[in-house]
T-cell receptor, first 116, second 114 residues
Framework: GAVVSQHPSRVICKSGTSVKIECRSL??????MFWYRQFPKQSLMLMAT?????????EQGVEKDKFLINHASLTLSTLTVTSAHPEDSSFYIC????????????FGQGTRLTVV | AQTVTQSQPEMSVQDAETVTLSCTYD???????LFWYKQPPSRQMILVIR??????QNATENRFSVNFQKAAKSFSLKISDSQLGDTAMYFC???????????FGTGTRLTIIP
């Protein structure tokens, strides 16, 4: 199957700083990628849809100025958590599917963000 | 909007036994996919099985099979001969062709007891 790689797997940052998470499709081009947030023992909540070459589409209640998404190439989407606060601590997961042949979503390994 | 309901937050079974995880969903779409994903302690999401809504035949994948009841909007997962490696969170999900979004249920934590 297709491979989606997410980096870093873990990151600790101080309150007020920004942190960037990368999501790469390694063996296919992804025009669309998705970013999820998962709280402990809970389900995946879709945050936004990342569209190559255009603005991301955010789900209701997600602050677009807090969670900046850039999809500058067909293989890379980034999520930047700006001015991080402890309540932003969570597990973030990206996914992508092979365009035009949807059979499944391929997920990155996830990033555990801890804001101290 | 699509909703997915998993009514069993936790389940546990002895290894080698069979277990069934429940899932119901609600959608206004006529064409959609249904999935079961597994999330082990590593937290990597892994596809277990997929069902196209237009297919009447239930999908099977080795020890994993589904009971898809379209009219009832039910999509249960049966794991036969369960193994310790099956211990994980299991999420049922629907896929909407219109916006290519996955909607996940709340998950069932399955523990296989040796």
């Amino acid at each position: 199957g297709a491979v989606v790689s997410q980096h870093p797997s873990r990151v600790i940052c101080k309150s007020g700083t920004s942190v960037k998470i990368e999501c790469r499709s390694l063996d296919f081009q992804a025009t669309t990628m998705f970013w999820y947030r998962q709280f402990p023992k809970q389900s995946l909540m879709l945050m936004a849809t990342s569209n190559e070459g255009s603005k991301a589409t955010y789900e209701q209640g997600v602050e677009k100025d807090k969670f900046l998404i850039n999809h500058a190439s067909l293989t890379l989407s980034t999520l930047t958590v700006t001015s991080a606060h402890p309540e932003d601590s969570s597990f973030y997961i990206c996914s992508a599917s092979v365009p035009g042949t949807y059979t499944e979503a391929f997920f990155g390994q996830g990033t555990r963000l801890t804001v101290v | 909007a699509q909703t997915v309901t998993q009514s069993q937050p936790e389940m546990s079974v002895q290894d080698a036994e069979t277990v069934t995880l429940s899932c119901t969903y609600d959608t206004s779409e006529n064409n959609y996919y249904l999935f079961w994903y597994k999330q082990p302690p590593s937290r990597q999401m892994i596809l277990v099985i997929r069902q196209e809504a237009y297919k009447q035949q239930n999908a099977t994948e080795n020890r994993f099979s589904v009971n898809f009841q379209k009219a009832a909007k039910s999509f249960s997962l049966k794991i036969s001969d369960s193994q310790l490696g099956d211990t994980a969170m299991y999420f049922c999900a629907t896929f909407n062709f219109g916006n290519e979004k996955l909607t996940f249920g709340t998950g069932t934590r399955l523990t296989i007891i040796p």
